[in-house]
């Protein structure tokens, strides 16, 4: 079972992390070790490294905003990947077709620093799918009116934001798996917004997020065992210039030292040639004082990230985050404490976890390993 939740704080802010239910089997998987775990290997000089936008005290606490933007900028070719709902009505639309203040926010941070920025606006918060709109209820991409809308925004943002990568729903494999039929009017529907965005700003690369685990169906604690390729097969993939990827592979693989080199190879195999936006990524340092099938610790974050280099070598990647800067704070519901609040390179005091330098050396390398 899963769910997503929308984090609320100063305005409306959706964080694209998945609530796995407890009870997950805590039994070794079957999955061969790959590459030498010791250090961090180059990686391609073209990527930008960095962050979800996660300042200190986030959700509930924004006002170290600028903070967070200079310490990611601080890492060099930066990147922050920011996701937030298209609208900030989350049930009642009466805002559709307005940017959202997260969208405003980022991009006035980013005017004043050198860092790269990775939108998303989804149209998903839990397992509810948030389309209507005054004068058109329709809750499902049957909407024309709630898709003129997304388009007129979506397509004004990137232009006058000159915007580098803008993705259109988070995770849409579930919605593939949920609302099979829906999921069809939604990928007519992103073709729809994308041509409407690529009229008004030709150089942004448009693309759809997917969930690596779900797709490939290796997400084994988390029940995700069948591939939900259909996701992809469904689009008509030459109307998609990037793919975003949230990568958790702890959902389904004990530790960092059984995941192969290959592990991401099927969906690479899908995609082609397609550059890659690694929109979310990382292991936990703990588990919120609750049982896990997986490994905790911050030497286990350090192990993932050479596992993570040699999944990428190869690929034409074009950004990597690693989900969190700092760890959510205030009253975080148990699930969400146990699976992701502490996938961050700070710990709750603000002191650096082990895997931080490492990560900025991940971030600064410049050369391909041959």
């Known amino acids: ?147 003129s809308r997304f388009a007129d925004m979506a397509a004004s943002f990137a232009r006058d934001n000159e915007v580098e990568f803008l993705f259109l729903g988070n995770e849409t494999d579930f919605h593939a798996e949920q609302n099979p039929q829906d999921y069809q009017r939604w990928t007519a529907a992103y073709r729809t917004i994308r041509q409407e965005i690529k009229l008004r700003s030709p150089d942004t690369l448009v693309g759809t997020v997917f969930n690596a685990e779900h797709m490939m169906g290796t997400g084994a604690f988390s029940g995700w065992t069948t591939p939900v390729f259909d996701a992809w097969s469904l689009h008509d993939a030459s109307t998609i210039d990037v793919v975003g990827l949230t990568v958790y592979p702890y959902l389904g693989t004990q530790r960092p030292d059984d995941l192969s080199a290959d592990y991401l190879a099927p969906l690479f195999e899908l995609f082609g040639p397609k550059p890659i936006v690694v929109t979310e990524t990382g292991w936990p340092a703990d588990g919120g004082g609750l049982p896990t099938a997986w490994e905790t610790g911050e030497q286990q974050q350090l192990d993932f990230l050479p596992r993570l280099t040699a999944m990428l070598a190869g690929q034409d990647v074009r950004a990597v985050n690693w989900l969190f800067l700092y760890p959510l704070a205030g009253v975080v519901p148990a699930e969400i404490r146990r699976t992701f609040q502490s996938v961050s390179a700070r710990r709750e005091d603000g002191e650096k976890r082990l895997m931080y330098d490492a990560w900025a050396e991940f971030a600064a390398q410049r050369e391909v390993q041959q």
Not at 11 to 23: C, D, H, M
Not at 86 to 112: F, K, N, S, Y
């Open 1 to 147: 079972m899963r769910t997503y939740r929308p984090i609320t704080g100063p305005f409306t802010f959706v964080i694209a992390i998945l609530v796995v239910v407890s009870g997950c089997d805590s039994s070794d998987p079957s999955s061969s070790a790959g590459g030498d775990s010791s250090g961090v290997p180059d990686v391609l000089e073209t990527a930008y490294r960095g962050f979800s936008l996660s300042p200190r005290g986030f959700p509930e606490d924004f006002s170290q905003i600028g903070a967070f933007f200079d310490e990611v900028q601080a890492l060099g070719r930066a990147g922050v990947q920011a996701n937030m709902l298209w609208r900030d009505d989350v049930i009642g639309g009466t805002d559709a077709g307005e940017v959202p203040e997260v969208a405003q926010v980022v991009t006035a941070q980013d005017e004043l620093r050198d860092v790269t920025l990775s939108i998303v606006f989804g149209w998903r918060s839990g397992e509810e799918v948030r389309l209507a709109v005054p004068g058109n209820p329709a809750n499902d991409w049957s909407n024309t009116e709630a898709i």
